[in-house]
C-alpha cells in the first residue's frame, strides 16, 4: 500500500448534497475545500454536482436521475475521478463505481491519499499505512456481503469466502505488524521527549493551512517546510526557541482539517502526543478565511478526542494581512450586515473579548504584531515555569521589566 492512486493531472468532478443541516451556501464552502484536497492530490476539478435531498440514497447516495446526469458528464468529458464530500459505505463506493465507469473517492480516501503522498519519514509513513489498511479491513468485508448478495444462499461458503478471509487476515496481520512497528518508535521517541528535560512546551496546533510551520519559522529562525496547499506538514518538528533569555521548546504539528478521518487522528496518536504531553497551545487560526469560525471548532473538537482541549491556550489570529471584510455598497439597502462584513476591529469585540489576554492578532508573513506575539508567549511560558519551579522564579522577570533592550 502506500503508494498513492495516481491523481496527476486527473480531471476530477466533485459531489455533494444539499440538506436541512447543510444549505447550498454550506456546500458551496464544503466544496471549495474539496476542491483544494483534490488540486492538493494533483487533481483538477472541472465540475461540481449537487442535489437537494433529505437523506442521501443507501445504493447510490445520489438519486437515478443526477447519477445519470455525472455519468453523461464523466463520459463526454473522459473524467478519471468522481469525489464525494461525504463519506461512502463499500457497497455505495461499487455501485457508483460500476455507474460511472470511473475512479470513485470519498473524502476520507481523499485525505488519507493526500497523506500517503506527503508521509516521507519512516514514521509517518507507518501512520499512514496503518491508517490506510484500518480504511481497507471493513472494505473487505463491504466486498463480502456484496458476493453474498449476489450469488445467494447456496454454495456460496465456497472458495469465495476462503478468498476474503485469507484477504482479511493478511489485512489483520499487517495492522498487527504495523502497530508493532510504532510502539517500537514510541518508545524511541518517549525515551527523545524524556531527554528534553524540563523544559516548558509549547505546541502550534490549527487547522490546516493557516500558518503554523511559517510561524515557526519566523519565531524559531527554523526551516519548515511551508507551502499554500493542505498538509504541508505531517511530522512534528521540535525546536528550542529562547525568548529573552527564556528557553522552551516549540514544536510544530499536523494541521487538522474538517471530518478528519478517525483512522488517521487514531494513528497518528503519537505525532498527537506532542499536543498532548504540551503545556501550552498556540491555536493559530486564519482569520482572512471565511470558515474561519468553523475551523476553530473543528479543531477544539480534535483537541477534544485527544483529551487536550482544557489545557493554557493562546488564539493566534493569523495573515491579518491578508483580511478582508465584505463591503455593502452605499446604496445597497437589501443585504443584511453579517459578520462576514466584520472589520478587524469589530471581530475584537466579538466572543473573541471574552478570551482576554488570551488573544493575539498577527501576519507571519509580514511579520506584523510579532513583538506582542513574543510578549504574550514570554508571559504565558513564564507562569507555567513559576508554578513548576517557584524556587528560581527570580530568573524570569515580567517581559517588561526589561525594559526596551531588544
Ligand atoms: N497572507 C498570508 N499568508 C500566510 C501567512 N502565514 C502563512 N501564510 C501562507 O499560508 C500558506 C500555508 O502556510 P503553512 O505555514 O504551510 O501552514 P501550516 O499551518 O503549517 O499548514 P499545514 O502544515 O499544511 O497544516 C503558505 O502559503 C504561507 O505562505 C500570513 O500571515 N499572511
Ligand atoms: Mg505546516
Redesign the pocket.
Known amino acids: 500500500m502506500l503508494e498513492k492512486s495516481n491523481l496527476e493531472y486527473e480531471k476530477v468532478v466533485l459531489i455533494g448534497i444539499v440538506t436541512r443541516e447543510q444549505n447550498e451556501e454550506k456546500l458551496e464552502e464544503y466544496l471549495d475545500e474539496l476542491e483544494f484536497l483534490t488540486y492538493t492530490a494533483g487533481g483538477e476539478v472541472v465540475k461540481r454536482f449537487s442535489q437537494k435531498m433529505d437523506m442521501p440514497n443507501p445504493k447510490t447516495f445520489i438519486g437515478s436521475g443526477k447519477m445519470e446526469e455525472v455519468r453523461h458528464f464523466v463520459q463526454e468529458n473522459e473524467v478519471g475521478t468522481a469525489i464525494f464530500d461525504d463519506e461512502l459505505s463499500p457497497a455505495q463506493q461499487k455501485n457508483i463505481e460500476r455507474i460511472l465507469n470511473c475512479k470513485v473517492l470519498d473524502r476520507t480516501n481523499l485525505i488519507l491519499d493526500i497523506f500517503a503522498q506527503r508521509a516521507t519519514t519512516s514514521y509517518a509513513r507507518t501512520q499512514v499505512e496503518l491508517a490506510q489498511y484500518q480504511y481497507l479491513l471493513p472494505r473487505l468485508a463491504g466486498m463480502w456481503t456484496h458476493l453474498e448478495r449476489q450469488r445467494g444462499g447456496i454454495g456460496m461458503r465456497g472458495p469465495g469466502e476462503t478468498e476474503i478471509e485469507t484477504d482479511r487476515r493478511i489485512v489483520r496481520d499487517k495492522i498487527s505488524l504495523l502497530k508493532k512497528k510504532l510502539e517500537t518508535i514510541d518508545k524511541q521517541m518517549e525515551v527523545q521527549r524524556g531527554n528534553r528535560g524540563q523544559l516548558v512546551r509549547v505546541a ?1 496546533v ?12 519566523v519565531i524559531s529562525k527554523s526551516k ?11 511530522d512534528t518538528t521540535v525546536r528550542k526557541v529562547v525568548i529573552r533569555n527564556l528557553p522552551f521548546l516549540l514544536t ?5 482539517i474538517r471530518k478528519l478521518p478517525t483512522q488517521l487522528v487514531e494513528s497518528f496518536k503519537s505525532t498527537l502526543d506532542e499536543v498532548r504531553e504540551a503545556d501550552l497551545l498556540l491555536h ?1 487560526v ?1 482569520i ?1 478565511h471565511p470558515n474561519f469560525e468553523e475551523h476553530i471548532a473543528s479543531v477544539n473538537q480534535i483537541l477534544a478526542e485527544i483529551k487536550s482541549a482544557d489545557k493554557p491556550t493562546l488564539m493566534v489570529f ?5 483580511y478582508e471584510a465584505e463591503k455593502i455598497e452605499e446604496d445597497d439597502l437589501m443585504t443584511e450586515r453579517t459578520t462576514s462584513h466584520y472589520t478587524l476591529a469589530e471581530w475584537e469585540k466579538t466572543w473573541m473579548n471574552r478570551l482576554g489576554e488570551d488573544v493575539l492578532f ?5 511579520k ?1 504584531n510579532l513583538e506582542e506575539f513574543r510578549k504574550k508567549v514570554y508571559e504565558a511560558v513564564r507562569k507555567i515555569h513559576i508554578t513548576r519551579f517557584p524556587y528560581n522564579n527570580f530568573l524570569y522577570p515580567e517581559y517588561d521589566a526589561y525594559g526596551e533592550e531588544e
Not at 252 to 256: P, R, S
Open positions: 502550534l490549527g487547522y490546516t493551512n493557516v500558518g503554523k510551520s511559517t510561524l515557526m519559522n519548515v517546510f511551508a507551502e499554500n496547499k493542505l498538509f504541508a506538514t505531517l510544530d504539528t499536523v494541521g487538522f493559530v486564519d482572512s493569523n495573515k491579518i494581512d491578508a498577527i501576519s507571519a508573513l509580514n506584523e
